[in-house]
């Protein structure tokens, strides 16, 4: 299993989710050191502000869920969004 | 009393009106009336100072027919909350939209001066409890666990029920991970309709072991106080949790409880029941804080 790869289908999963075009939903995973990955989301203008939520409510939780991902990976992880 | 006006009480007038729209979920301080009960005092050295008092009031122009539909509920407080919830979560969420609507409710005519349409359908309870079972099984098998999701309705609210050992790993530290994916679970029912129902959402059985063992600390430091009498101040809690306590509180007699502070350090303090009068303003501010908090939260963290 590659590393980062539940991170990867989670952070997609969700982000895919919640917005109104799921196929412009891109997640690229960037190592950051051995035991540590980075997601970066790109979604639709439109989407991203769903994505972040009120107050970044949505993508703290987002974070989380990554979060969750990573330690059953034994890894930590981050979730960048990026424009 | 209206579900849409809340006392807050604070450091300063600002920071409780801050606080009072965070729980009525407001953004705009144009859509709040506030009025000042309690100008703050500065203590001495931090000493008797006075918190000040602010009832904050959301103003929703044209919901005449919402109001009066509050008032033929409000004592039913389920119901009732989850009016509340939906509206505070709406109008926080489509600002291009204004206004949110209630269940089944003709949206034509309401939307006017906005550029952009809602085209959102509003989606049955059923259909948004089958949308959310979808989502979090997805989700259990994006993470490569095994779980299984149930969903019901109880009394407007989808109950949903992630279980099997596996999930133990999506509750996470003090259910942290829980609330994220309560959260996510609520965006996605967002996504399918214009007005969404209160979600709770338990995963391995975390927030009924949550729940239960709230329950009994609550019921341990009441027992302290109907025996000693006096305050004891909680440590902060989400509103759930608050809400357990008070809950907890309001089956008890010579004991009262209310919420201080602001979110996400607003807690609550369990009173002995003195008969003062000064208690009327505390008690009030109790059931607002317990009825807008939890339904802010959304049951979020239920």
């Given at each position: ?83 | ?212 063992a709230l329950t009994i600390y609550a019921?341990?430091l009441i027992d302290q106080l109907t ?76």
């Amino acid at each position: 299993m590659a590393k980062g790869e539940i991170v990867e289908r989670v952070v997609d999963y969700v982000v895919k989710a919640i917005v109104e075009e799921p196929e412009a939903v891109t997640v690229t995973m960037v190592d950051q050191g051995p035991n540590e990955v980075v997601a970066e989301v790109r979604t639709a203008k439109a989407d991203m502000g769903r994505v972040i939520g009120r107050r970044g409510r949505v993508a703290k939780a987002i974070r989380a869920a990554a979060g969750a991902a990573a330690e059953e990976e034994g890894i930590t992880a981050d979730v960048e969004f990026l424009d | 009393m209206s579900y849409v006006e809340i006392e807050v009480r604070a450091k300063s007038v600002d920071l409780a009106v801050e606080a009072a729209m965070q729980e009525l979920g407001v953004e705009d301080r144009e859509h709040v009336a506030v009025e000042v009960l309690v100008e703050p005092e500065k203590g001495f050295l931090g000493f008797g100072g006075q918190d000040a008092v602010v009832r904050v009031k959301h103003r929703k122009p044209r919901k005449r027919r919402n109001d009066r539909r509050r008032k033929a509920q409000s004592r039913s407080r389920s119901s009732s909350k989850q009016q509340d919830r939906s509206q505070s979560g709406n109008n926080g969420r489509n600002r291009n939209q204004g206004r949110s609507q209630g269940k089944g409710r003709d949206v034509s005519g309401q939307q006017g001066d906005q550029p952009k349409t809602d085209d959102r359908p509003i989606v049955g309870l059923e259909e948004q409890a089958r949308i959310a079972r979808e989502f979090l099984e997805g989700l259990v098998a994006a993470y490569g666990l095994e779980g299984t999701v149930e969903t019901s309705i109880d009394d407007d609210v989808i109950v949903a029920n992630v279980n099997g050992e596996q999930t133990e790993a999506l509750v996470g530290v003090r259910g942290s991970v829980r609330s994220s994916i309560h959260e996510l679970t609520r965006t996605v029912l967002q996504r399918y309709s214009q007005d969404t129902a209160r979600l709770r959402l338990d995963i391995a059985g975390y927030a009924e072991r949550r729940r239960q063992a709230l329950t009994i600390y609550a019921d341990q430091l009441i027992d302290q106080l109907t025996s000693d009498g006096g305050e004891i101040m909680l440590e902060p809690m989400s509103a759930a949790d608050r809400k357990v306590i008070h809950d907890a509180a309001a089956a008890r007699d010579g004991v009262t409880s209310y919420s201080e502070g602001e979110a996400p350090r607003r807690y609550v303090v369990l009173a002995a029941e003195a008969g003062s009068s000064e208690d009327v303003g505390n008690a009030e501010d109790a059931g607002n804080a317990e009825d807008v908090g939890e339904a802010e939260d959304a049951g979020e963290e239920e």
